[in-house]
């Protein structure tokens, strides 16, 4: 189990990468292809299309881990905030 100082940090490295204009520059453009796959497939590629959709619910999955990330850090750093604040 991580200590709150490495979940901390992974919030700190989360928030570095979805602050990062090369990060989402990335993900913007897979985001596109996948959507522009999705539109220009046939009613009849299923299998296309299903592949399409679970890579772009992998993009979003993989940004919201991020922002998951960022909102543990953000909730530790309150919590030590609020404690150290009890003691003062």
Do not use: H, P, W
């Given at each position: 189990?991580?200590?709150?100082?490495?979940?901390?940090?992974d919030g700190n490295d989360a928030e570095t990468l979805l602050n990062s204009t090369a990060f989402n520059g990335v993900v913007n453009d897979l985001l596109e292809s996948t959507f522009e796959k999705f539109c220009m497939s046939e009613n009849g590629e299923e299998s296309l299309?299903?592949?399409?959709?679970?890579?772009?619910?992998a993009l979003v999955s993989l940004v919201d881990t991020l922002k998951g990330k960022v909102a543990v850090r953000d909730q530790i750093n309150e919590r030590a905030s609020e404690s150290r604040s009890e003691e003062e």
């Amino acid at each position: 189990m991580k200590t709150d100082e490495q979940l901390a940090q992974d919030g700190n490295d989360a928030e570095t990468l979805l602050n990062s204009t090369a990060f989402n520059g990335v993900v913007n453009d897979l985001l596109e292809s996948t959507f522009e796959k999705f539109c220009m497939s046939e009613n009849g590629e299923e299998s296309l299309r299903e592949d399409t959709y679970q890579g772009y619910r992998a993009l979003v999955s993989l940004v919201d881990t991020l922002k998951g990330k960022v909102a543990v850090r953000d909730q530790i750093n309150e919590r030590a905030s609020e404690s150290r604040s009890e003691e003062e």
